[in-house]
């Protein structure tokens, strides 16, 4: 006799979410269990996510908690699911992801498809010149202070599916462990979850951007998950704003970060307005004066721009100092572009899009940790860096592709 199930899920779509879970990659959860394990008992393992989903008994298992660095300094706790979780998230995520995404409003650039975080530093670039006043803020605890019962709310409001709803509730109140200690949740969804990025965005479309094109039309903004700016006029109007948004904040759950928070003055020239902040960090970008040369006219004068911050440059200058490149002496030069290369071009691809210049210490650092590999691997080299830098110039003349920077035209600076 078969048995209906509460639920219609296709099984094609809980393989297709798994394969999307295979490709993000990620660590194991509380159960240890690696995608690599995961896949030896592959079919036996997403039948379960299945049938449990269709017949409405599954329950999401604990969320393992890993406390993780931040770049500005401190740290923040990430909730890392199983993989079968994580599988049974995604097949949430991407029925619902369609019916959301149609409501988002077109400045809000955070964890959305076809949008990026270099999207929204293009149009806050261009607003600077427009506007004179910029209010910088920053959520403080975002992922761990959304109250649940406005999240559901608003969930509710925009999905017929029951089965959505009632997994979403669970994953919001599934447990963590944190050091063999079990911690209850009553607010809050796990940053790391699958679901998270996609409900955050969802309550703040509500708390953050909704609001602020109904109470203040003609004031432009952007926001990228729980960072955003918005453009004033006047300091005044900017002072208002301000006190109007931690209001709001406050009124659903949140909390502004005072450390991250401020109005900041944009003016090209640097004798003017005194007294006020002049620069702003913005999605691994600091705003300031930079001088740089008008492509019409030709002349060089300050104009308000966006270049790579300094704590994303010692983020990189750290992760190179780890990578220990001049004691690979065992590796080729051919090998060791191979090795670092996705790195190199990924901090080009985000960091050197504006700004260029900004991002040469970078390249003037890889350069020399390849000088002092040189030093290292051939005796004719040994304490003999001009040497070693000027067999490194020829390879780069010669091989202008061996390494990404090297292709992207910053090859200079060995010395």
């Given at each position: 006799m078969w048995v209906t199930k509460p639920f219609t899920i296709s099984k094609q779509l809980v393989l297709e979410a798994y394969k999307r879970v295979k490709s993000n990659g990620g660590s194991a959860g509380i159960d240890a269990e690696s995608i690599e394990g995961f896949e030896i008992n592959l079919k036996s393992n997403l039948y379960k996510v299945w049938n449990r989903m269709s017949s409405g008994s599954y329950?999401?298992?604990?969320?393992k908690a890993v406390t993780i660095p931040k770049k500005q300094g401190g740290t923040r706790t990430l909730g890392i699911p199983t993989v079968s979780?994580?599988?049974?998230?995604?097949?949430?995520?991407m029925v619902l992801e369609p019916e959301l995404e149609p409501i988002f409003l077109e400045d809000s650039y955070g964890y959305r498809p076809g949008k990026s975080a270099l999207d929204a530093i293009a149009v806050t670039r261009k607003r600077c010149w427009k506007y004179l006043w910029v209010i910088e803020f920053d959520i403080k605890g975002l992922f761990d202070n959304i109250p649940h019962d406005l999240m559901m709310t608003a969930l509710k409001r925009h999905t017929k599916d029951k089965w959505v709803i009632l997994y979403t509730e669970r994953w919001l109140k599934a447990p963590m462990i944190k050091d063999g200690e079990t911690i209850l949740r009553n607010k809050g969804t796990p940053q790391g979850g699958v679901i998270s990025p996609l409900l955050s965005n969802l309550f703040l479309h509500y708390v953050f951007d909704v609001w602020l094109t109904i109470k203040h039309q003609n004031i432009p903004w952007s926001r990228y998950a729980d960072d955003g700016v918005l453009h004033c006029k006047t300091n005044k109007q900017a002072q208002y704003v301000m006190n109007q948004l931690k209001q709001r904040f406050a009124e659903c759950g949140l909390e502004m970060n005072s450390d991250k928070s401020r109005i900041v003055c944009?003016?090209?020239?640097?004798?003017?307005?005194?007294?006020?902040?002049?620069?702003?960090?913005?999605?691994g970008y600091t705003f300031r004066v930079r001088r740089s040369m008008?492509?019409?006219?030709?002349?060089?004068?300050?104009?308000?721009?966006?270049?790579?911050?300094?704590?994303?440059?010692?983020?990189?200058?750290?992760?190179?100092?780890?990578?220990?490149i001049h004691r690979w002496t065992n590796c080729s030069i051919q090998e060791i572009s191979y090795?670092?290369?996705?790195?190199?071009?990924?901090?080009?691809?985000?960091?050197?899009?504006?700004?260029?210049?900004?991002?040469?210490?970078?390249?003037?650092?890889?350069?020399?940790?390849?000088?002092?590999?040189?030093?290292?691997?051939?005796?004719?080299?040994?304490?003999?860096?001009?040497?070693?830098?000027?067999?490194?110039?020829?390879?780069?003349?010669?091989s202008r592709d061996l390494f990404a920077h090297w292709k992207a035209g910053m090859v200079r600076s060995f010395v």
């Open positions: 329950f999401p298992p604990a969320v979780d994580r599988v049974a998230q995604m097949v949430v995520k944009c003016s090209n020239t640097e004798q003017s307005w005194t007294g006020n902040l002049r620069s702003f960090d913005y999605l008008n492509s019409k006219t030709g002349k060089i004068s300050g104009n308000f721009l966006p270049g790579v911050s300094k704590s994303s440059l010692n983020s990189m200058r750290l992760k190179i100092r780890k990578l220990k090795k670092i290369n996705p790195i190199i071009q990924g901090w080009i691809n985000y960091y050197a899009k504006f700004s260029r210049t900004s991002f040469y210490s970078i390249c003037r650092q890889i350069n020399m940790k390849l000088v002092k590999w040189a030093m290292n691997k051939y005796k004719t080299l040994a304490k003999h860096k001009v040497r070693a830098i000027k067999f490194l110039e020829r390879i780069s003349e010669n």
